[in-house]
């Protein structure tokens, strides 16, 4: 599983004009599941996430988590992640997974994280969305789960 994210000051993903994720201060998190992940690999990023200390604390140090902080997480499924652009001009996208494959893991990953006591809000998988942020720092990061 590869995973970016983004610490933000807020966030939104709609679809079809309806608001289906939004937040405010968190974490703006783009999922990508691939060929041969399992439970495991979504427990230990949703576990890596919910400890990552980016937020800065009094002393302006990035010492605090996002369950320090209180904030809340919007987890939108991107199977882009795993695009091969190496070759020609149009992208491939065969080491995505299914999205038979690829939903039940995803959503697993977002129980973990709410499980973790963080509020979740998601965009639709498989849906056409259109998803806005404002990038805090910025602070951006790419996590996956294989090294």
Known sequence: MRVVVQRCKRAQVTVDGAITGEIGEGLMLLVGVTHGDTD?????????IAGLRIFEDDAGKMNLSITDIGGA???????TLYGDCRKGRRPNFMAAAAPGEAEPLYEYFNQELTAGGIRVETGIFGAMMDVSLVNWGPVTLILDSRG
Request: no cysteine.
């Open 73 to 79: 997480i919007l987890s939108v499924s991107q199977f």
């Open 40 to 48: 495991k690999d979504a427990k230990y990023l949703a576990d890596k």
